[in-house]
């Protein structure tokens, strides 16, 4: 009980950031047309590649041979994530672009 | 002010890490603006860019700013080797990819996400804050957040990958009520394995690294049996899922560096996921605990085999068909996606607009494998948009339609959504080709659909098959149609 107390405590405006990006989350989707699901999923897939900065700092601080193999391989899968996530999604919606007709 | 005060006495103020947070501010407010514009199709190509550009601020940022306890960061070689690799294959792979592998494209990297995530919490484990371990023991919410990373991390990448090899169709569905009774199993003994651990008390962290192991190898097995049964055809529901786990993954990340910018960006991902996937389960007109248990067609479903008489059609007829109607609908399912048949269905529909017919296609919001790609395909063929409807909107003209040509779909203009209470698709909405007077279904064999279960459309009096591969057929057709 204490533990999650302090929990609160600590991270009192992570929670509200937490809680606010919940509901704009779901804001900005609701509103969504059905055709721009897919691509929106994966815009979505190449944001929550945002944990490779986690993958960095580990790497940026790791000592031991072995946590190095691991930051190494977080970093390498984080800008996986990132890059193909982006570059995907730019890919489909350049299908919606208005082509001049050739 | 008492509490600021408080504050300040245990933050070490320093240039760099205000600079860093405003520059984490700047990333998260592109994400946002990113995701809103990629809700509306004239600014989504721009919205992708400026989530693009805050990605990269917060990457730079945190490479020449970032501080851990007031040490900077070392292993710089490592850091842009692992970077260079990863943007090196991820762009050859994303650009090299055909347009119908997009859905696993967006599952294979979903999953990386997932590892990463993971791989924090496996590294973060043994540095869990030694005050806190003094005063709480191992239950505290530092040994939390890691673990949930951890569990949730794991379980996104070994699902993805599964979902991967089902749209790839290199790996079936596995039905069966042991699997489910595995499943319940599976999840309780990880949460009593967190539990187990969490409760061990004030010790080294680094002396739990072996059940700290087991936890990830059993969230990994939980991982490809959690999507083992679930049907090819919810593939979508599951991707967007899983890819709503990653963001709450990355989130605790964010919890965990106090890092602002990787907990906006996973729980906005988190919550638009989640919505994301209510909205799909909703399109096809199932409940998500339904989609998860799969109940989905299968050997369990008892299935009425009525062969009522199957009528062919020849190619000429059906070119004659087409050229004298006044309105014709295109109904384009995952079959037509893997012929890479887009090209041809437009040519086949500009050649009959030029001799008077009206063509429009009428798009299920689950037609090809995730809601939207179908669009996303044809709009590569050039249709216009004004030409594709959404199933509502076809189906109230579908009356005035003249042929139905379905072209690779199956369970979307499934009858028994309709009319049999017992089917396993019963309420699906469905696209309405009976309506029509005249439906040709353009098939590669009598084979069922991706929900495996028989459809009585291909029966109807109104209904004419044509057998073939979409892509030879359609050309072979477009030959017929202009030869009238």
């Known amino acids: 009980m204490e533990a999650i107390l302090q929990f609160i405590y600590v991270n009192a405006e992570a929670l509200f950031i937490v809680i606010l990006s919940i509901f704009l989350g779901i804001e900005v989707i609701s509103h969504v047309p059905a055709v721009l699901h897919t691509p929106l999923m994966s815009g979505a897939n190449a944001i929550h590649g945002v944990v490779v900065i986690g993958a960095i700092i580990v790497l940026g601080h790791a000592e031991t041979g072995l946590s190095m193999v691991l930051g190494f391989f977080a970093v390498l899968l984080g800008t996986l994530n990132v890059v193909g996530g982006f570059v995907v999604t730019d890919r489909m919606l350049e299908m919606f672009k208005k082509k001049p007709k050739k | ?484």
């Not at chain 2, 959690?226 to 989130?251: C, E, H, K, R, Y």
């Not at chain 2, 989905?296 to 004659?320: K, M, P």
């Not at chain 2, 698709?425 to 696209?431: L, R, S």
């Not at chain 2, 029509?436 to 209904?463: C, D, P, Q």
């Open chain 2, 1 to 484: 002010m008492d509490r600021i005060i408080e504050f300040s006495k245990h933050v070490q103020f320093t240039f760099g890490d205000s600079v860093l947070e405003i520059f984490y501010l700047i990333a998260s407010v592109l994400f946002i603006m990113g995701l809103k514009m990629l809700s509306h199709p004239d600014s989504a190509k721009k919205g992708n860019l400026w989530a693009a550009a805050g990605m990269v601020i917060a990457i730079v940022a945190t490479l020449l700013l970032h501080r851990h306890n007031g040490q900077k960061m070392g292993n710089f070689g490592l850091i842009f080797f692992a970077i260079s690799i990863g943007t090196i294959v991820g762009w050859i792979i994303a650009r090299r990819v055909k347009m119908t592998k997009m859905p696993e494209m967006v599952s294979i990297f979903n999953g990386m996400g997932g590892a990463a995530a993971a791989l924090i919490s496996l590294m973060e484990f043994p540095h869990i804050n030694k005050e806190l371990i003094a005063q709480h023991g191992l239950l505290n919410w530092q040994a939390l957040v890691i673990f949930l990373g951890l569990i949730i991390g794991s379980v996104s990448f070994a699902g993805s990958i599964i979902a991967f090899g089902k749209l790839d169709g290199r790996i079936k569905d596995i039905r069966s009520l042991t699997l489910r009774i595995v499943n319940i199993f599976m999840v309780i003994i990880i949460v009593a394995l967190t539990i187990y651990i969490m409760t061990r008390g004030n010790v080294d962290p680094a002396e739990l690294s072996p059940l700290v192991y087991a936890l990830l190898a059993i969230s990994l097995i939980y991982g490809v049996l959690f999507v083992m049964p679930i049907g090819g055809a919810d593939m979508p529901v599951v991707i967007s899922l899983l890819n709503s786990f990653t963001g709450i993954a990355a989130a605790m990340g964010g919890f965990l560096y106090d890092n602002l910018v990787m907990l906006t960006g996973g729980i906005l991902v988190g919550s638009a996921g989640t919505i994301l996937t209510f909205l799909m389960c909703k399109a096809m007109n199932r409940s998500l605990l339904n989609v998860i248990v799969g109940s989905f067609g299968g050997g369990t479903v008892a299935v009425e085999t009525e062969q009522g008489s199957i009528r062919e059609i020849s190619l000429i007829d059906t070119a004659i068909l087409l050229t004298y109607s006044r309105k014709v609908m295109v109904v384009p399912g995952y079959g037509l996606a893997v012929a890479q048949a887009q090209h041809l269905a437009y040519e086949l529909d500009s050649i009959l607009q030029d001799k008077g017919v009206d063509v429009k296609y009428a798009i299920h919001p689950v037609a090809g494998r995730m809601p939207g790609h179908m669009n996303v395909l044809l709009a590569e063929a050039d249709v216009p948009y004004d030409k594709l409807l959404e199933s509502d909107k076809a189906n109230d003209e579908m009356e005035s339609v003249d042929v139905v040509i379905v072209i690779g779909a199956n369970d979307v203009v499934n009858p028994a959504a309709e009319d049999d209470p017992s089917s396993p698709i019963y309420g699906m909405p469905i696209v309405k080709t009976l309506k029509a007077k005249n439906v040709i279904v353009m098939k590669r064999g009598m084979g069922k659909g991706y929900a495996a279960i028989e459809n009585s459309l291909f029966n109807h009096e109104k209904t004419r098959m044509l057998f073939g591969n979409a892509k030879e057929t359609l050309q072979k057709l477009i030959t017929e149609v202009k030869n009238i």
